[in-house]
């Protein structure tokens, strides 16, 4: 059986664990009230942009041109994913499940570009081809850096250096569900972007001014800035809102915690109550006889 | 005058989603004006100035790069940045524009100076629209004097 001090010093240490989890959530939660706010800003931008890209593309025909080439008939595709993970840990399954999704999708050997200390950590020890260190942190990102990571993976495209590119990070659907998401981005693909269950295209031939080639090197670019700003900026709202629910659960299950603590310390004290008492009558009653 | 939709979307904000008469802006080869009725077509956006009427009254926006898009009875406008000229952060234009000078001196890569340049036109774009804020009384000159930068 537990003494009191042992109790105590356990109760002491939940207590402790206890205010940190709730300090944590506190701060993620107005972190995810802020990234909140810019995802509300972003969203419709990122929405439009690939509406918008969608429909160009299906008109454009993809006719050979270099956004479109898909280059089947190369041997050794070079296939790239930007990876988003978050810089930190604690924050429930975020980090894991991204990880996850992104083994299940990125076949051995593959190129990653990865964003985030966490599957910066993880990547470095695995079968894969880390291309290009980013120094951006994930928090609070900037469209300044998105710009050069979506400038660096169409230069790599158009040189070869990568056949396809694409972007992992968490689509936050609402605060508790956070899903994995995968966005292939090069070559422009007109069929995956006007997959079925997607409102129908309507009857509309745009011309390209001033030609086809010169608009989309214009388009494209912009393009992959707003998807990677987009995606940088929910990976980071769903890691906030990630790390507000397991700082909350953690915190409830201290709670938990110190209840039943505070039970077998109630216990423990009334058995060492009871067994003084005894000891007391005991040695009353050894004096009597 | 017909009006049709008309949206000027950035990365950071909505700008403007509403009705408009006449929406002008600088493409590939100089100002274009947008009016009801246009062809569905697509085409850059340099920086420069945007003009937007709307229930009789013109607006000025200053915006970078991006690309329009115009379909029936609707224009989409996406830029990296755009901001209304009374908006317009003059100090922090006038510092981008300093620190883009210095680059444009001291840098020797291609890229960088490329990207230098730019930066110094969006500061020049944002001043003149901004200057003509201040000049407001003048519409003719206000007009000539916000002209893009080549």
């Not at chain 1, 898909?70 to 399954?93: F, N, P, S, Y």
């Not at chain 1, 996850?100 to 081809?129: M, N, Q, T, W």
């Not at chain 1, 110190?258 to 050894?286: C, H, K, W």
């Not at chain 2, 991006?66 to 379909?71: D, I, L, N, P, Q």
């Amino acid at each position: 059986m537990e003494t009191m001090r042992d109790i105590r010093n356990r109760m002491k240490s939940v207590h402790q664990s206890l205010q940190v989890t709730s300090a944590m959530k506190l701060i993620s939660t107005a972190k995810l009230r802020k990234a909140r706010r810019r995802l509300d800003e972003t969203l419709p931008y990122f929405e439009a942009v690939r509406g918008a890209i969608r429909e160009i593309e299906v008109y454009a025909g993809g006719n050979g041109e270099k956004w479109f080439d898909r280059r089947e008939r190369k041997e050794d595709r070079r296939v790239a994913t930007l990876v988003i993970t978050a810089d930190k840990g604690l924050a429930g399954g975020y980090n894991h499940s991204l990880i996850r999704f992104a083994e299940e999708h990125c076949p051995r050997g593959s190129i990653l570009l990865l964003l985030g200390a966490v599957g910066k950590r993880y990547f470095i020890e695995k079968d894969y081809r880390l291309m290009e260190d980013f120094a951006v942190s994930t928090k609070e990102p900037t469209f300044y850096e998105a710009s050069e990571i979506a400038a660096f993976a169409a230069s790599q495209f158009i040189s070869g250096g990568i056949d396809d590119f694409r972007v992992i990070f968490t689509r936050m659907h609402s605060t508790v569900k956070l899903e994995p998401e995968m966005i292939t981005l090069l070559p422009l693909d007109v069929e995956t972007i006007s997959a079925p269950g997607r409102r129908s295209l309507e009857d509309t031939v745009y011309s390209y001014e001033p030609d086809e080639e010169s608009l989309f090197d214009v388009l494209v670019p912009h393009y992959l800035k707003g998807i990677v700003y987009g995606a940088l900026v929910q990976a980071f709202a769903s890691e906030q809102a990630a790390r507000m629910t397991a700082m909350d659960s953690a915190s409830k299950n201290a709670d938990d915690m110190l209840d039943r603590l505070q039970l077998v310390y109630n216990r423990a004290r009334q058995a060492a109550i009871t067994s003084e008492v005894s000891e007391i009558v005991a040695g009353a009653a050894a004096l009597e006889d | 005058m017909a009006e049709f939709h008309c949206e000027i979307l950035t990365p950071h904000r909505r700008l403007y989603a509403g009705n408009a008469e006449a929406v002008i802006f600088v493409t590939h080869d100089g100002e274009l004006e947008i009016l009801d009725q246009h062809e569905p077509c697509v085409m850059p956006v340099r920086i420069g100035l945007l003009r937007l009427r709307a229930d009789g009254r013109t607006r000025k926006a200053a915006v970078t790069e991006g690309f329009a898009r115009v379909k029936k009875g609707r224009l989409d406008i996406f830029v990296d940045a755009a901001e209304w000229d009374e908006e317009i952060d003059v100090p922090r234009a006038r510092s981008a524009l300093e620190r883009a000078s210095a680059r444009l001196s001291s840098e020797t890569l291609r890229w960088r100076l490329d990207a230098s340049a730019q930066a110094a036109a969006r500061a020049r774009n944002r001043l003149a629209i901004a200057a003509s804020v201040v000049r407001a009384e003048t519409p003719a000159q206000s007009v000539a004097e916000a002209s893009p930068q080549p």
